[in-house]
């Protein structure tokens, strides 16, 4: 076996969601201890003034904006191993979203997702933070199209093997 074949085997022993052949795999997580676990994410999309004002005076043609994005994410969140494959399943205690603007362009996302369980919610927390942006993009591109989504992060998490993580 050449170095390169090496590195490339030692990697992906490394890296937990691939079996020993090298391909893509959903981790055993039925010996790890039920603990508490969060993650918060946050997205923002960028937009023209006008629009973010209809959006806050509720006078978007296809309804209350805010409202039917945080639906969505909330869907998203409890559904995040049917759009990420290698995703456990989870069943949450907790998902909320708020919103908040710089009264200009911006309109900040935050989702807060919670579980008792095996395995984190960072991907939960992501996806409905980036179905909550998409559903906002949506709901307004009759206005605007050039609306601008990001970034997503994972702002923080707490729980699990691998500890607490503040984005800095």
Not at 13 to 27: D, I, K, P, S
Not at 140 to 159: E, N, V, Y
Request: proline letters at 2%; hydrophobic letters at 40%; charged letters at 25%.
């Amino acid at each position: 076996m050449d170095a390169k074949s090496q590195s490339g085997q030692n990697e992906r022993q490394q890296l937990t969601h691939f079996n020993e052949q090298g391909r893509a795999r959903m981790v055993d997580i039925s010996g790890k201890e039920v603990t508490v676990r969060t993650a918060v994410a946050q997205s923002k999309i960028t937009m023209n003034e006008a629009t973010l004002q209809a959006i806050k005076a509720g006078t978007v043609g296809k309804g209350d904006v805010l409202a039917v994005a945080q639906v969505a994410g909330i869907q998203a969140a409890k559904r995040t191993s049917d759009w990420i494959p290698m995703c456990h399943p989870l069943p949450l205690t907790g998902v909320n979203i708020t919103f908040a603007d710089n009264g200009e362009r911006e309109l900040y996302i935050e989702v807060s997702v919670k579980t008792e369980g095996k395995t984190g919610v960072e991907m939960e927390a992501l996806t409905a933070a980036s179905a909550t942006a998409l559903t906002i993009y949506d709901m307004c591109k009759a206005m605007q199209k050039d609306m601008i989504i990001g970034p997503t992060l994972l702002s923080s998490k707490t729980g699990g093997k691998s500890g607490d993580y503040k984005f800095k």
